[in-house]
């Protein structure tokens, strides 16, 4: 299985402020065959299914604000909040799809 | 507008056998274009992928649950079904349907079932 592991678990951003959050795959999810990143980032709030933020490492799904931006190649990615609002608050989590058996990071919790 | 909507019973009683069933709204399961999951997330815990199946028959399953997790679809309803069989409370979770899978993120979940194994 492909382990997917993000760091922090948790942090503080003062509002305004950019969050960024990490996460590692133990092997890469890099396609030699069309060069894609087979990585998505997913924020649930309490309560809520989680919510696609970005597929392919970097592509922002339609409605998401541009402030959310994905980033990274082959088994190491990031996922930025570059100016923290309170609707940001949640559970961040990265998710391959590269291999099966499917598998997503333990989730970063992101707080004011 | 795409949406899931999952059916359970809630509470399951240990060793029993958990039947969860997930209606599409807006897509058709059958036109092939999408895999269909099932994801699950014990209370305060991260997510599980459980399996998949195509409308082609194709499915594949987290060897996590150790053969105990199948998948069908009801083409008539448009709807896909999960059973779990031998439940025990490490299988207490929010079970969620949700389409993606190959070649796509997982881009539309339903807003999940809380299901319980307890006696």
């Not at chain 1, 993000?6 to 065959?33: F, H, M, W």
């Not at chain 1, 088994?75 to 099966?100: G, M, P, W």
């Not at chain 2, 014990?42 to 053969?67: C, D, K």
Request: hydrophobic residues 30%.
């Amino acid at each position: 299985d492909i382990v997917m592991t993000q760091y922090p678990d948790s942090l503080a951003v003062s509002l305004g402020e950019r969050a960024t959050i990490n996460c590692k795959s133990s092997q890469t999810v890099l396609s030699s065959s069309n060069n894609k990143n087979y990585v998505a980032w997913y924020q649930q709030k309490p309560g809520q299914p989680p919510k696609l933020l970005i597929s392919w490492a970097s592509s922002r799904e339609s409605g998401v604000p541009d402030r959310f931006s994905g980033g990274g190649s082959g088994t190491d990615f990031t996922l930025t909040i570059s100016r923290l609002k309170t609707e940001d608050v949640a559970t961040y989590y990265c998710q391959q799809y590269f291999n099966i058996p499917w598998t997503f990071g333990q989730g970063t919790r992101v707080e004011i | 507008q795409v949406q899931l909507q999952e059916s359970g019973p809630g509470l399951v009683q240990p060793s029993q056998t958990l039947s969860l069933a997930c209606r599409v709204f807006g897509d058709s399961i059958n036109d092939g274009g999408h895999y269909w999951n099932w994801i699950r997330q014990p209370p305060g815990r991260g997510l599980e992928w459980i399996g998949y199946l195509h409308s082609t028959g194709s499915t594949s399953n987290n060897p996590s649950l150790n053969s105990r997790a199948t998948m069908s679809v009801d083409p008539s309803k448009n709807e896909f079904s999960l059973t779990v069989n031998n439940m025990t409370a490490a299988d207490t979770a929010v079970y969620y349907c949700v389409r993606g899978g190959w070649f796509e993120a997982f881009d539309i979940w339903g807003h999940g079932t809380m299901i319980t194994v307890s006696s």
